[in-house]
Protein backbone atom coordinates (compact mmCIF):
# COMPACT_ATOMS: atom_id res chain seq x y z
CA UNK A 1 0.00 0.00 0.00
CA UNK A 2 1.82 3.39 -0.65
CA UNK A 3 1.26 6.37 1.51
CA UNK A 4 1.34 9.82 0.71
CA UNK A 5 3.98 11.86 1.60
CA UNK A 6 3.38 15.22 3.23
CA UNK A 7 0.82 16.63 1.04
CA UNK A 8 -0.49 20.01 1.87
CA UNK A 9 1.18 23.16 0.33
CA UNK A 10 -0.55 26.68 1.51
CA UNK A 11 0.04 29.92 -0.62
CA UNK A 12 -1.62 32.89 0.16
CA UNK A 13 -2.69 35.93 -1.90
CA UNK A 14 -1.06 38.42 0.05
CA UNK A 15 2.13 37.22 0.83
CA UNK A 16 4.58 33.70 0.31
CA UNK A 17 6.44 32.52 3.23
CA UNK A 18 9.99 31.94 3.08
CA UNK A 19 11.30 28.32 1.98
CA UNK A 20 10.19 26.63 4.67
CA UNK A 21 8.17 28.42 7.10
CA UNK A 22 4.62 27.81 7.99
CA UNK A 23 4.07 31.05 9.11
CA UNK A 24 2.16 34.42 7.34
CA UNK A 25 1.77 37.85 8.66
CA UNK A 26 -1.70 38.98 8.54
CA UNK A 27 -3.25 42.94 8.91
CA UNK A 28 -5.75 43.53 11.26
CA UNK A 29 -9.10 42.49 9.40
CA UNK A 30 -7.26 41.63 6.51
CA UNK A 31 -8.77 39.03 3.66
CA UNK A 32 -6.36 36.04 2.87
CA UNK A 33 -6.90 33.56 0.16
CA UNK A 34 -5.69 29.90 0.68
CA UNK A 35 -5.44 26.90 -0.49
CA UNK A 36 -5.02 23.46 0.50
CA UNK A 37 -3.62 20.72 -1.74
CA UNK A 38 -3.15 16.98 -1.83
CA UNK A 39 -1.14 14.81 -3.68
CA UNK A 40 -0.38 11.24 -4.25
CA UNK A 41 2.75 9.88 -3.06
CA UNK A 42 4.27 10.70 -6.93
CA UNK A 43 3.15 14.60 -6.74
CA UNK A 44 -0.20 13.73 -8.65
CA UNK A 45 -2.93 15.73 -7.99
CA UNK A 46 -5.84 14.17 -5.94
CA UNK A 47 -9.14 15.70 -7.84
CA UNK A 48 -12.68 15.67 -5.85
CA UNK A 49 -11.13 14.96 -2.68
CA UNK A 50 -12.92 16.51 0.53
CA UNK A 51 -10.98 18.90 2.54
CA UNK A 52 -11.65 19.56 6.25
CA UNK A 53 -10.68 23.00 8.29
CA UNK A 54 -10.86 24.93 11.21
CA UNK A 55 -9.73 28.09 12.43
CA UNK A 56 -8.24 28.99 16.42
CA UNK A 57 -6.51 31.32 18.37
CA UNK A 58 -3.72 30.52 20.75
CA UNK A 59 -4.79 31.20 24.02
CA UNK A 60 -2.94 34.01 25.83
CA UNK A 61 -1.36 35.44 22.21
CA UNK A 62 -0.87 38.98 20.94
CA UNK A 63 0.07 39.93 24.47
CA UNK A 64 -3.28 39.06 26.21
CA UNK A 65 -2.84 37.35 29.70
CA UNK A 66 -6.61 36.68 30.19
CA UNK A 67 -8.32 33.95 28.02
CA UNK A 68 -11.63 34.10 29.42
CA UNK A 69 -14.04 34.32 27.16
CA UNK A 70 -12.84 32.19 24.46
CA UNK A 71 -11.46 35.44 21.75
CA UNK A 72 -13.09 35.08 17.95
CA UNK A 73 -10.63 33.66 15.80
CA UNK A 74 -12.13 35.27 12.79
CA UNK A 75 -13.84 33.30 10.44
CA UNK A 76 -13.22 30.81 7.25
CA UNK A 77 -15.19 30.56 3.58
CA UNK A 78 -16.26 28.16 3.40
CA UNK A 79 -16.93 27.90 6.76
CA UNK A 80 -16.12 23.69 7.28
CA UNK A 81 -14.01 22.78 4.23
CA UNK A 82 -14.33 22.11 0.43
CA UNK A 83 -13.22 19.91 -2.18
CA UNK A 84 -9.99 20.35 -4.90
CA UNK A 85 -10.31 20.41 -8.02
CA UNK A 86 -8.12 19.37 -10.73
CA UNK A 87 -5.08 21.01 -9.14
CA UNK A 88 -5.77 19.28 -6.28
CA UNK A 89 -6.51 22.23 -4.29
CA UNK A 90 -9.46 23.04 -2.35
CA UNK A 91 -9.54 26.91 -1.79
CA UNK A 92 -10.66 28.76 1.10
CA UNK A 93 -10.84 32.34 2.39
CA UNK A 94 -9.59 33.96 5.95
CA UNK A 95 -11.09 36.87 7.16
CA UNK A 96 -8.84 37.81 10.34
CA UNK A 97 -10.15 38.80 13.47
CA UNK A 98 -8.84 42.64 14.57
CA UNK A 99 -7.62 41.01 18.15
CA UNK A 100 -4.18 40.62 17.06
CA UNK A 101 -3.15 37.28 18.31
CA UNK A 102 -1.33 34.15 16.77
CA UNK A 103 -3.95 32.18 14.63
CA UNK A 104 -3.71 28.23 13.03
CA UNK A 105 -6.10 27.10 10.33
CA UNK A 106 -5.72 23.38 10.07
CA UNK A 107 -6.54 21.06 7.01
CA UNK A 108 -7.05 17.60 7.05
CA UNK A 109 -8.57 14.80 4.58
CA UNK A 110 -9.64 11.16 4.80
CA UNK A 111 -7.82 10.12 1.31
CA UNK A 112 -8.23 7.01 -0.56
CA UNK A 113 -4.68 5.55 1.32
CA UNK A 114 -4.99 7.49 4.66
CA UNK A 115 -5.34 10.40 6.59
CA UNK A 116 -3.37 13.54 6.25
CA UNK A 117 -2.70 16.87 8.09
CA UNK A 118 -1.02 20.18 8.01
CA UNK A 119 -1.31 23.67 9.09
CA UNK A 120 -0.52 26.98 8.67
CA UNK A 121 0.37 29.41 11.34
CA UNK A 122 -1.05 33.35 10.51
CA UNK A 123 0.21 35.77 12.92
CA UNK A 124 -2.62 38.86 13.00
CA UNK A 125 -0.99 42.03 13.96
CA UNK A 126 0.19 45.53 12.87
CA UNK A 127 3.12 45.95 10.97
CA UNK A 128 5.44 47.32 10.45
CA UNK A 129 6.32 46.76 13.93
CA UNK A 130 4.95 49.02 16.80
CA UNK A 131 7.95 50.19 19.26
CA UNK A 132 7.90 50.57 22.78
CA UNK A 133 7.70 54.25 24.69
CA UNK A 134 11.03 54.40 26.40
CA UNK A 135 11.28 55.58 29.70
CA UNK A 136 12.42 58.94 29.42
CA UNK A 137 12.54 62.04 32.07
CA UNK A 138 9.23 64.27 30.87
CA UNK A 139 6.42 61.63 31.38
CA UNK A 140 5.86 58.79 33.26
CA UNK A 141 3.81 55.02 32.17
CA UNK A 142 1.00 54.55 34.05
CA UNK A 143 -2.19 52.36 34.34
CA UNK A 144 -0.51 49.24 33.30
CA UNK A 145 -3.00 46.21 34.02
CA UNK A 146 -2.19 42.74 34.51
CA UNK A 147 -4.39 41.67 31.84
CA UNK A 148 -1.99 43.40 29.56
CA UNK A 149 1.10 43.83 30.72
CA UNK A 150 2.51 45.68 27.70
CA UNK A 151 0.74 48.49 27.03
CA UNK A 152 2.62 51.40 26.16
CA UNK A 153 3.40 50.86 21.90
CA UNK A 154 3.17 52.92 19.17
CA UNK A 155 4.96 53.75 15.80
CA UNK A 156 7.83 55.53 15.72
CA UNK A 157 6.15 59.17 14.83
CA UNK A 158 3.62 58.54 17.60
CA UNK A 159 6.53 57.89 19.93
CA UNK A 160 8.28 60.75 18.81
CA UNK A 161 5.46 63.56 18.81
CA UNK A 162 4.33 62.20 22.53
CA UNK A 163 8.07 63.08 23.63
CA UNK A 164 8.27 66.54 21.53
CA UNK A 165 4.77 67.31 23.56
CA UNK A 166 5.65 66.12 27.24
CA UNK A 167 9.27 67.58 26.51
CA UNK A 168 7.68 71.01 26.03
CA UNK A 169 4.65 70.73 28.76
CA UNK A 170 7.85 69.94 31.45
CA UNK A 171 9.83 72.59 30.83
CA UNK A 172 6.71 75.24 30.53
CA UNK A 173 5.48 73.80 33.63
CA UNK A 174 7.89 71.99 35.38
CA UNK A 175 4.83 68.89 35.66
CA UNK A 176 6.03 65.00 34.36
CA UNK A 177 2.38 63.82 32.46
CA UNK A 178 1.29 60.72 32.97
CA UNK A 179 1.17 58.52 29.79
CA UNK A 180 -2.15 55.70 30.45
CA UNK A 181 -2.97 53.06 27.60
CA UNK A 182 -1.36 53.13 24.02
CA UNK A 183 -1.29 50.37 21.88
CA UNK A 184 -0.27 46.25 22.87
CA UNK A 185 2.64 45.75 21.03
CA UNK A 186 0.95 43.99 18.24
CA UNK A 187 -1.83 46.43 18.22
CA UNK A 188 -5.19 45.32 17.64
CA UNK A 189 -8.21 45.58 19.66
CA UNK A 190 -7.05 47.08 22.96
CA UNK A 191 -9.95 45.56 25.17
CA UNK A 192 -10.48 46.66 28.58
CA UNK A 193 -13.02 44.44 30.24
CA UNK A 194 -15.78 44.40 32.58
CA UNK A 195 -13.50 46.44 35.39
CA UNK A 196 -13.57 49.43 33.25
CA UNK A 197 -17.53 49.15 31.91
CA UNK A 198 -16.62 46.61 28.64
CA UNK A 199 -16.52 42.60 27.43
CA UNK A 200 -13.47 40.99 26.87
CA UNK A 201 -12.20 41.30 23.34
CA UNK A 202 -14.73 44.08 22.84
CA UNK A 203 -15.31 48.10 23.22
CA UNK A 204 -14.68 50.19 25.25
CA UNK A 205 -11.87 51.23 23.75
CA UNK A 206 -12.74 51.37 20.00
CA UNK A 207 -9.36 53.14 18.90
CA UNK A 208 -5.83 51.89 20.37
CA UNK A 209 -5.46 49.83 17.48
CA UNK A 210 -2.79 51.11 15.38
CA UNK A 211 0.07 52.47 17.69
CA UNK A 212 -1.66 56.27 17.22
CA UNK A 213 -3.28 56.92 20.65
CA UNK A 214 -2.50 57.68 24.08
CA UNK A 215 -5.02 58.16 27.00
CA UNK A 216 -3.42 61.12 29.36
CA UNK A 217 -5.01 61.48 32.78
CA UNK A 218 -5.95 64.91 33.77
CA UNK A 219 -5.03 64.22 37.44
CA UNK A 220 -1.23 65.03 36.14
CA UNK A 221 -1.74 68.17 34.65
CA UNK A 222 -2.23 70.19 37.71
CA UNK A 223 -3.88 73.67 36.79
CA UNK A 224 -2.42 73.26 33.31
CA UNK A 225 -5.04 71.44 31.15
CA UNK A 226 -5.43 73.45 28.99
CA UNK A 227 -1.88 74.25 28.36
CA UNK A 228 -1.40 70.77 27.42
CA UNK A 229 -4.37 71.01 25.40
CA UNK A 230 -2.61 73.54 23.39
CA UNK A 231 1.00 72.29 23.07
CA UNK A 232 -0.46 69.03 22.37
CA UNK A 233 -2.62 70.67 18.67
CA UNK A 234 0.11 72.93 18.12
CA UNK A 235 2.20 69.58 17.43
CA UNK A 236 -0.87 67.95 15.55
CA UNK A 237 -2.35 65.89 18.08
CA UNK A 238 -5.92 65.37 17.92
CA UNK A 239 -7.69 65.60 21.37
CA UNK A 240 -10.52 64.19 22.65
CA UNK A 241 -12.10 65.01 26.06
CA UNK A 242 -13.23 61.72 28.21
CA UNK A 243 -14.43 61.98 31.64
CA UNK A 244 -11.05 61.53 33.81
CA UNK A 245 -8.64 62.00 30.68
CA UNK A 246 -7.38 63.34 27.25
CA UNK A 247 -7.42 60.43 24.09
CA UNK A 248 -4.51 62.02 21.98
CA UNK A 249 -4.96 60.95 18.42
CA UNK A 250 -0.87 61.50 16.95
CA UNK A 251 0.41 62.25 14.27
CA UNK A 252 2.26 58.69 12.58
ZN1 LIG B 1 -7.11 41.88 26.07
ZN1 LIG C 1 -8.17 56.55 24.50
Redesign the pocket.
Known amino acids: MSCLNRFMLWMTAVAMPLPGAVSFRAQLGEVIDFLACVYDDVGYPLQNQPVYWIVSAAAFSGF?S?NQPIRSPGFLSPASGSITGADGCARGTYFATDVAGVHWIEAWAYTAVGFVYDYMEVQVRVFPDLLELPNYYPYQKVGVQP??PLSHYGTFGALFTLQRICEEFFQRTGMIAGINDMSLPWGGR??L?PRYGGQ??SAPHSSHMYGRNADIPYRFLGPYRDLFEQIAIKHRAALYFESDHFHLTLPD
Open positions: HHEHFDGWW
